[in-house]
Each structure stands twice: as structure tokens, then as C-alpha cells.
């Protein structure tokens, strides 16, 4: 079993930059994928950015803007947001993708609001 823990959301400015991070515990191996998707009213959940041992992958509308890094020794996983805009506001989700066997864990969800 895995279990993610997230923090870091908030209000921010359009332009404005803020640093999530989520901690992963459990059956955590670093092959394994890591990320974070999002989900705004109305809308289904997508894709933000997601890393794994062997790079990282970005939604095109976040690409330059968002930075994801991932600490092994500490199983967390930071998207560094900036140049927010207010499209970016909605529920982020952070999420571990186990290859073998198939299997997702999300974590509990965190606000992020930018106002223009």
C-alpha cells in the first residue's frame, strides 16, 4: 500500500508562483512513476507533470511555467508552479503510478486558486 500526503496550495496572483509538495509512504520503489494531476470545476482530471527514473513528462499548457523534481531519499515530489495563471486554479492531485502490477495511488487533494 502506498500512501501520498500533499501540501502547499493556496491563493496566489496571476504571475505568482507557489511550491507543492507531496510525500509518498509505503511500498515506494523510484522506477515507479510519480506527478501530479489536476481538476477544475466542471472539468475532467488531466494531467500535469509526472516523472519517473527515466525523465519527465509536462501537459503543453504548463511546459516553461512548471518544474517537477523528486527527492528519492525522501519519496516527495515538488511541482515548482510559476507564471500562474488563472486557468491553472483547481483541486492537484499527486499521484503514484506502480508498473508491476498495475496500480494508481492518489493522494487526498490540494487547492490551488489563482485570481487575475
Known amino acids: 500500500q502506498v500512501q501520498l500526503v500533499e501540501s502547499g496550495g493556496g491563493l496566489v496572483q496571476a504571475g505568482g508562483s507557489l511550491r507543492l509538495s507531496c510525500a509518498a509512504s509505503?511500498?515506494?520503489?523510484?522506477?515507479?512513476?510519480m506527478g501530479w494531476y489536476r481538476q477544475a470545476p466542471g472539468k475532467q482530471r488531466e494531467l500535469v507533470a509526472t516523472?519517473?527514473?527515466?525523465?519527465?513528462n509536462y501537459a503543453d499548457s504548463v511546459k516553461s511555467r512548471f518544474t517537477i523534481s523528486r527527492d528519492n531519499a525522501k519519496n516527495t515530489v515538488y511541482p515548482q508552479m510559476n507564471s500562474l495563471k488563472p486557468e491553472d486554479t483547481g483541486v492537484y492531485y499527486c499521484?503514484?503510478?506502480?508498473?508491476?502490477?498495475?496500480?494508481?495511488?492518489w493522494g487526498q487533494g490540494t487547492q490551488v486558486t489563482v485570481s487575475s
Open positions: 499521484n503514484y503510478h506502480q508498473f508491476l502490477p498495475v496500480g494508481d495511488y
Open positions: 516523472i519517473t527514473s527515466g525523465g519527465t
Open positions: 509505503g511500498s515506494i520503489f523510484r522506477f515507479n512513476a
